[in-house]
């Protein structure tokens, strides 16, 4: 069964920093490209960024160019998102995702306040 | 980054057959296909299909999805109560290098 199992979220002030990871486990995480998506309550779902298998390629949202960075450990079967400079439109419910969406997370939330 | 274009709601009857649609351009749609995602209010998204038109393990065959040139289609049929959620469908855009979505229908079984 394939679950991937997001973490690292929770309340933040504004100009902060939170690290999301993202355990993924029932299936071969270092043959899939990965991806973060991102949901305001009530609104739709917003593509943050992606990452090729072996960590060679990344491409960003241009919201959260040069701000957010992701990462992932194959060895560990792990993926991360290095979220600095928060804003509070970066407030949502983040899911760690496969490949454009085949398999989700259940999602952690991020509150961006003072 | 744009989107991909679907109808913000759509309301069938119970037991009748629901045709979603989703469109886009040749740099997604009509590049690799879409996966189209079910979500329930308070739920993560779950995938009905894959950008082969493929349903994962444990979909119902109720779910078939497909596609013409720059616009993907998801049809369910026999609408059962708990079909009712938002439905979305994302495809790669290999022009903008970034994975884009639908904004998503919200369907409603009468």
């Known amino acids: 069964e394939v679950q991937l199992v997001e973490s690292g979220g929770g309340l933040v002030q504004p100009g902060g920093s939170l690290r999301l990871s993202c355990a993924a486990s029932?299936?071969?995480?270092?043959?899939?490209?990965m991806t973060w998506v991102r949901q305001v309550p009530g609104k739709g779902l917003e593509w943050v960024a992606n990452?090729?298998?072996?960590?060679?390629?990344?491409y960003y949202v241009d919201s959260v160019k040069g701000r957010f960075t992701i990462s992932r450990d194959n060895a560990k079967n792990s993926l991360h998102l290095q979220m600095n400079s928060l804003r509070a439109e970066d407030t949502a419910v983040y899911y760690c995702a496969s490949d454009v969406g085949d398999y989700w997370g259940q999602g952690t939330l991020v509150t961006v306040s003072s | 980054q744009a989107g991909l274009t679907q109808p913000p709601s759509v309301s069938k009857d119970l037991r009748q057959t629901a045709t979603l649609t989703c469109t886009g351009n040749s740099y997604n749609v009509g590049y690799q296909g879409v996966v189209w995602l079910q979500q329930h209010q308070g739920h993560p998204p779950k995938a009905l299909s894959n950008?082969?038109?493929n349903r994962p393990s444990g979909i119902s065959e109720r779910f078939s999805a497909s596609r013409s040139g720059n616009t993907a289609s998801l049809t369910i049929t026999g609408l059962q109560p708990e079909d009712e959620a938002d439905y979305y469908c994302?495809?790669?855009?290999?022009?903008?290098?970034?994975?884009?979505f639908g904004g998503g229908t919200k369907l409603t079984v009468l």
């Open positions: 994302s495809a790669w855009d290999s022009s903008l290098s970034a994975l884009v």
């Open positions: 029932g299936f071969t995480f270092s043959s899939q490209w």
């Open positions: 950008r082969n038109n």
């Open positions: 990452i090729k298998q072996d960590g060679s390629e990344k």
